[in-house]
């Protein structure tokens, strides 16, 4: 398995739809965390994005996963990127 980093980029203007949204996607999280996919997550301070890390065959099967996001059918998400990443230290790393 692979690890990847996801940054989700928001605006202001969907934060009431995050707002409403946000126990679906919390609740999707927490079952992909307790299936060992999910490693970590959390919004970024300024409440404009947010990043997760995955651990997953590849990158195709992270953005397939991610249409599940409940967040995605409600475009609270402006962007995404995804990147490979090797943690060398660290309870992830291998």
């Not at 946000?22 to 992909?32: F, Y």
């Not at 060992?36 to 409440?47: E, V």
């Not at 195709?60 to 990443?85: C, F, M, N």
């Amino acid at each position: 398995m692979a690890t990847f980093l996801v940054d989700y980029t928001f605006t202001a203007d969907t934060a009431a739809i995050r707002d409403d949204t946000r126990p679906a996607h919390r609740a999707w999280l927490s079952n992909l965390f307790d299936e060992g996919i999910l490693k970590a997550s959390g919004p970024y301070p300024d409440g404009l994005g947010a990043l997760l890390i995955f651990q997953a065959s590849d990158e195709d099967a992270v953005k397939e996963l991610l249409q599940r996001d409940p967040y995605v059918p409600v475009d609270a998400i402006e962007a995404t990127s995804i990147r490979g990443w090797t943690p060398v230290f660290g309870p992830i790393s291998d």
